[in-house]
């Protein structure tokens, strides 16, 4: 998200904003999130998110693959991060991971290797 915040601020020509806790809760889509924290403002039927676009489906590995090859050699485009980081968080571990819709409408991991792999 910091990554995110910093391109978006020098396409606008202006200083990053300082990311605050809410930011993050806010930024996780609601396939992905843990537990069972939501927030929105009393009397809007909606819930509160700076996310627009949620999980990839399973169709849009072979772009996700590319994004994240693109963000291992530092070349991403705002699109990529969007792509990544718009479900919520990282999945953790040695390797880059991320959720996908599969064929059957579940909730899955795609887990990308290196170029260097075996």
Same mark, same amino acid.
């Given at each position: 998200?910091?990554?995110?915040?910093?391109?978006?601020?020098?396409?606008?020509?202006?200083?990053?904003?300082? +990311?605050?806790?809410?930011?993050?809760? +806010?930024?996780?889509?609601?396939?992905?999130?843990? *537990?069972?924290?939501?927030?929105?403002?009393?009397?809007?039927? *909606?819930?509160?998110?700076?996310?627009?676009?949620?999980?990839?489906?399973?169709?849009?590995?072979?772009?996700?693959?590319?994004?994240?090859?693109?963000?291992?050699?530092?070349?991403?485009?705002?699109?990529? +991060?969007?792509?990544?980081?718009?479900?919520?968080?990282?999945? *953790?571990?040695?390797?880059?991971?991320?959720?996908?819709?599969?064929?059957?409408?579940?909730?899955?991991?795609?887990?990308?290797?290196?170029?260097?792999?075996?």
């Amino acid at each position: 998200m910091r990554r995110a915040e910093r391109r978006r601020a020098e396409k606008e020509l202006r200083a990053p904003r300082t +990311l605050f806790e809410t930011d993050f809760l +806010l930024g996780v889509a609601d396939e992905t999130r843990l *537990g069972a924290f939501r927030s929105r403002y009393p009397g809007d039927a *909606g819930f509160l998110s700076s996310t627009e676009s949620g999980v990839p489906k399973l169709v849009e590995l072979g772009k996700l693959l590319g994004v994240t090859e693109r963000i291992l050699r530092d070349e991403e485009s705002d699109e990529d +991060l969007l792509m990544i980081f718009a479900p919520g968080s990282s999945l *953790g571990g040695a390797r880059p991971k991320a959720s996908v819709i599969d064929q059957y409408g579940q909730l899955s991991i795609a887990k990308s290797s290196k170029e260097n792999d075996e």
